[in-house]
């Protein structure tokens, strides 16, 4: 069982983040954020994929300005990702955004940092400190390096801009693309601060190796208790982060979701499951219900793993076994397997959804 790192509690519109509340799935567009259209279709996309928060870069002038028409045909909350703009900061504030990133030591003078805050604080809107170990401060890169302690003293630079002007609504990440020094840069953090934190390997990679990367650095922080908000950052369609983000948490018991059991085939295999399993595994993707589902190759052992699942198919030549709570319930062809299991599933989710 884990024990969760007791936070600050802020608030993303309605999403809790912190404060041991579940830990919140986010990514980020990869439209220009100023082409509506597509961004509003990319923002429904991930939200019904499961991200529970989606951010956009704001990038110039038009992109801050889109948020106000993006704001009225989503609900899924958004935050602003803004680099040195205190104006763009500004303008989405005004437009409705439910969070800004923006690191206040790269915006100017304290005046620029007043003028951000007090827009937040009269909105509620939270802001997250992202500190990257490719762009640590000149002077704390030359005290410390590219390290843990470097990345720690970053942030408690730019927290420190913020409490300066009464401002608690933080959230903090310190992203590397070394897992080594994400992770004990997080470490460090989460006994300094009393802030929620927001995890990520930066630059993980493709989805195959960055997949990798981000489980084990994400993986031992959150088995550490540590964490509250993830983003997995892959090079591919940010559905995909989505996907690894649940999967990744719904390994370490932090997130209700299908679980699916399958086996890797052998010889005895005696039917097509490749593509039952494929398809099995799209049609759990989107839901949220605590239920363990197995597919298997054979009647060998496939009855044992099956029977342990809350429902469970063991293919054989021509039919197959469906088995429910740890009993067979009935056999049936082979041709109808996958619209049998589903079914069984569904009932299954019914129950759940009632009691
Ligand atoms: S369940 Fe059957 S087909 Fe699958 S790996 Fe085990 S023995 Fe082989």
């Known amino acids: 069982m884990i024990e969760r790192r007791q936070t600050k509690t802020v608030y993303v519109k309605d999403i809790p983040i912190g404060g041991g509340h579940p830990i919140v799935i986010q990514t980020m567009t990869t439209t220009k954020t100023s082409d509506i259209a597509a961004t509003v279709r990319q923002i429904n996309t991930l939200a019904t994929a499961g991200a ?3 951010r956009l870069a704001i990038f110039d002038q038009d992109d801050a300005e889109a948020i106000k028409e993006i704001k009225q045909q989503v609900t899924v909350p958004l935050v602003a990702d ?7 900061a500004l303008i989405v504030a005004e437009n409705g955004i439910d969070k800004i990133r923006i690191n206040p030591g790269n915006i100017g003078s304290d005046d620029r940092v007043k003028q951000v805050v007090d827009a937040c604080k009269a909105r509620n809107i939270p802001i997250r400190i992202g500190v990257n170990g490719g ?27 913020l409490e300066k002007f009464g401002f608690e609504d933080i959230v903090i990440s310190l992203k590397s693309s070394h897992v080594d020094i994400a992770v004990e840069a997080y470490r460090l953090a989460s006994k300094e601060f009393p802030y929620p934190l927001h995890l990520g390997i930066t630059e993980a990679g493709t989805k195959f190796g960055g997949t990798i990367k981000s489980a084990i650095g994400l993986g031992i922080l959150l088995y550490e208790g540590i964490g509250d908000t993830i983003r997995v950052s892959l090079s591919t369609d940010p559905v995909e982060e989505v996907k690894v983000a649940k999967e990744l948490l719904s390994a370490l018991g932090l997130y209700k979701k299908p679980r699916l059991i399958s086996c890797p085939t052998c010889g005895r295999l005696q039917y097509d499951m490749f593509p039952l399993v494929d398809k099995v595994e799209k049609y759990l993707e989107t839901k949220d219900y605590d239920i363990t589902v197995a597919v298997m190759g054979c009647a060998v052992n496939g009855p044992g793993e099956a029977s342990a699942a809350d429902i ?21 062809k082979a041709a109808d397997m996958y619209e049998e299991l589903i079914k069984e599933i569904e009932i299954k989710m019914n129950k759940q959804k009632e009691s």
């Open 52 to 54: 529970k928060i989606v």
């Open 82 to 88: 803004i680099h040195f703009s205190y104006q763009y």
């Open 135 to 161: 762009s640590l401060e000149r002077n704390i890169k030359k005290k410390y390096g590219v390290t843990p302690r470097g990345m720690l003293e970053s942030a408690r630079y730019h927290v420190g801009l």
């Open 312 to 332: 469970g198919i063991a293919g054989g030549k021509d039919e197959g076994l469906i088995f429910v709570d740890g009993k067979i319930k009935r056999k049936v």
